[in-house]
């Protein structure tokens, strides 16, 4: 499998400021093999499309397909058709891969039999607030123990950060699901899963993400999560987890908790009052704990961003899945 050709995919909306950078660490891989590039254009508000036909007649390597609706698993799926090689790796349109990510993703797929191969998100910030993003991103506490945000050892998983694989293990389940507006990653490895393949983690893989850059794109980034995890929950029940169920727990416990805090003051009761604000206390204290681990060689203006942004994911997260996707 070591020089077979591999297509890079790659759905692509309002990125013209990243875009070819993106493709120009795509292009400059070390692989040995032969690598095509198709980029899905959705219906981008900014010069996107331009600067994708200008890559295209630069180099006869890149190709482009149209998306009309923009949608991430529909675009995905318009690459796919348009690809001519067995290997397929996804790379989104502000990711940088590192010179060797192919490569490494090609030999993994060849050493472990799997069907999906990849690495880690690795958060970086570059303001305050987004290196405290990063900070909750790969915090155990801020998004569970999933090893493609906090790192582990390779093996078996559920799912990886975007992923290099095999074009029949993608055909045999169908391609991406497009009524999946967000977790259509998770869905398709899911499904790959259930027809008897294996999706692979190695910490070999690492993929740069630039976190959101206010509390408003994260709670936006975190409620969708949310709400398209409950979808997936509700099409197979034996998906859920703790990890999943945490953060709605949390919220209706530490909401509850303190309304039952407040009636205890109103009352004068001080039995309901501890009761009641007991909830949100232990919030609060495991927050500031996993501030303190999290952010140990952070300094002052990015730690003390972080309980804010532990809540702000949490709660819009745990708010996104008790509402769905209706």
């Known amino acids: 499998m070591g020089s ?5 995919i790659m759905p692509v909306l309002n990125e013209e400021l990243h875009l070819a950078e993106a493709v120009a660490h795509i292009l400059d891989q070390d692989y040995d093999g032969p690598i095509e590039v198709v980029l899905a254009l959705g219906p981008s508000r900014d010069r996107t499309n331009d600067v994708a036909a200008e890559l295209a007649t630069i180099d006869s390597r890149v190709r482009t397909v149209d998306s009309p609706t923009g949608r991430t ?4 799926n318009a690459a796919i058709a348009l690809t001519q ?15 060797d990510y192919v490569r490494t993703g090609v030999a993994t797929l060849e050493a472990t039999g799997a069907d999906n191969v990849g690495g880690i998100m690795a958060a970086e910030g570059v303001t305050n607030f987004e290196k405290s993003v990063a ?3 790969t915090s155990w506490f801020g998004v569970g123990g999933a090893a493609f945000h906090i790192g582990g050892e390779a093996g078996p998983a559920l799912t990886v950060y975007l992923g290099c694989f095999r074009k029949s293990a993608i055909e045999r389940v169908g391609g991406f699901d497009e009524s999946m507006v967000r977790a259509q990653d998770w869905e398709m ?4 899963r259930s027809t008897g393949g294996e999706i692979w983690f190695t910490p070999d893989m690492k993929v740069t993400y630039r976190p959101r850059a206010s509390v408003r794109a994260l709670a936006k980034q975190y409620h969708e999560y949310g709400r398209w995890r409950r979808e997936i ?12 169920l945490a953060p709605p727990i949390t919220l ?18 001080p039995a309901v009052i501890v009761l009641g604000f007991s909830a949100p206390a232990v919030y609060v204290v495991a927050s500031l704990v996993a501030t303190a681990r999290a952010t140990r060689i952070e300094p002052f203006p990015v730690w ?17 899945f008790l509402r769905g996707p209706g």
Request: glycine content about 12%; charged content about 15%.
């Open 4 to 8: 077979q050709g591999v297509s890079v």
């Open 233 to 244: 929950a509700r099409r197979d029940p034996s998906t859920v987890s703790l990890r999943y």
């Open 189 to 192: 490895n899911h499904r790959i």
């Open 85 to 99: 090689y067995d290997v397929i790796v996804r790379v989104d349109g502000h990711a940088l891969i590192p010179r």
């Open 252 to 269: 209706v416990g530490v909401s509850v908790g303190t309304l039952i805090g407040l009636v205890g003051l109103i009352v004068g009761q």
């Open 304 to 320: 003390r961003r972080l309980p804010m942004v532990f809540a702000t994911m949490h709660a819009s997260w745990g708010a996104g």
């Open 73 to 76: 698993a529909a675009g995905l």
């Open 135 to 137: 900070a909750a991103m």
